[in-house]
């Protein structure tokens, strides 16, 4: 499996909003409902943001949303703040007997 | 708390073997399938290995298939990484997680690293 495409990396002004992109193929991202995303801080392990494309678990602001179109889904993120500057990796399930596929990783820089 | 704890890591020669166990509290842990993610210093995350709920089914990704053995022991809710034939492409961050649904993990370990070098 070839990594998911993500920008290397995204940036925006406090109270903007930002979307990343994570572009695959019909065998992962377009086959299936079933892309997450994962906030990741420095020296932490990865955060689920979200899961099933657009769900979101308990505790994640509903600033962070997602979506899907075709191969490509994406995360945006809404009134960005400070705390929002991260890495962001997106992940697909890519079929049964697999395992799924986590995309290259977005650097999120809020200016 | 739900709670997933690495151990095990460590520095190893390349060619060498290193086990890592995930112990896990709070949960159900015999009602999930687990993975085993890495991330090499200052790269991405990458998949490793996952394992069924019961331990039937196992899943390697092909740059460690052959290599590595991931177990689990559902009496002690802990699961395993046994790695051999260790390479200095191997070194990285291991991370267990809990599978919330197909493709998504809610739950991650703190992470536990491994060096091979010589």
């Known amino acids: 499996q070839s990594a998911l495409t993500q920008p290397r990396s995204v940036s925006g002004s406090p109270g903007q909003s930002v979307t990343i992109s994570c572009t695959g193929t019909s065998s992962d991202v377009g086959g299936y409902n079933y892309v997450s995303w994962y906030q990741q801080h420095p020296g932490k392990a990865p955060k689920l943001m979200i899961y099933d494309v657009s769900k979101r678990p308990s505790g994640v602001p509903d600033r962070f949303s997602g979506s899907k179109s075709g191969n490509t889904a994406s995360l945006t993120i809404s009134g960005l703040q400070a705390e929002d500057e991260a890495d962001y990796y997106c992940c697909s399930y890519a079929g049964s007997y697999t395992l799924g596929v986590f995309g290259t990783g977005t650097k999120v820089t809020v200016l | 708390e739900v709670q997933l704890v690495e151990s095990g890591g460590g520095l190893v020669q390349p060619g060498g073997s290193l086990r890592l166990s995930c112990a896990a509290s709070?949960?159900?842990?015999?009602?999930?399938?687990m993975h085993w993610v890495r991330q090499a210093p200052g790269k991405g995350l990458e998949y490793v290995s996952a394992?069924?709920?019961?331990?039937?089914?196992?899943y390697y990704a092909n740059s460690v298939k052959g290599r590595f053995t991931i177990s689990r022991d559902n009496s002690k809710n802990t699961l395993y990484l046994q790695m051999g034939s260790l390479r200095a492409e191997d070194m990285a961050v291991y991370y267990c997680a809990r599978q919330l649904c197909p493709g998504a993990f809610d739950i991650w370990g703190q992470g536990t690293m491994v060096t091979v070098s010589s």
């Open positions: 394992i069924s709920s019961n331990g039937g089914s196992t």
């Open positions: 709070g949960f159900t842990f015999s009602s999930y399938a």
